[in-house]
């Protein structure tokens, strides 16, 4: 059974920082990604890496936020530097064991995996 666990999240103010920390059981995921979600909204691709440490980015978090991940570890990483109040959401970790094509990242229906969620909440 496929475990997806994230952790990191928390309460910061604008401006402030987190990183979020994705460990997953069994094989080795091809493609890590992250998403968050605000309620009555969709699930929104925030970053994504595959196992060639190729990585996209959703244009409003590019400059700001830096996905990595550790094989050895099983671990994706989310590093959120100059967090604004809309980056405010639960955010999940999503994996799959193949690439991923560069305009499907964002779809949350490519990924059959999925962690329960970290929330991360930005104040003024």
């Known amino acids: 059974q496929v475990q997806v666990v994230e952790s990191g999240g928390g309460s910061v103010q604008a401006g402030g920082s987190l990183r979020l920390s994705c460990t997953t059981s069994?094989?080795?995921?091809?493609?890590m990604g992250w998403f968050r979600q605000v309620p009555g909204a969709e699930r929104e691709g925030v970053a994504v890496m595959d196992n060639y440490y190729i990585s996209r980015y959703a244009d409003s978090v590019k400059g700001r936020f830096t996905i990595s991940r550790d094989n050895a570890k099983k671990t994706a990483y989310l590093e959120m530097n100059g967090l604004k109040v809309e980056d405010t959401g639960m955010y999940y970790c999503?994996?799959?064991?193949?690439?991923?094509?560069?305009?499907?990242?964002?779809?949350?229906?490519?990924?059959?995996?999925w962690g329960q969620g970290t929330q991360v909440t930005v104040s003024s």
């Open positions: 069994g094989n080795t995921y091809t493609t």
């Open positions: 999503a994996i799959r064991r193949t690439i991923i094509g560069t305009w499907l990242w964002t779809d949350s229906n490519n990924y059959p995996y």
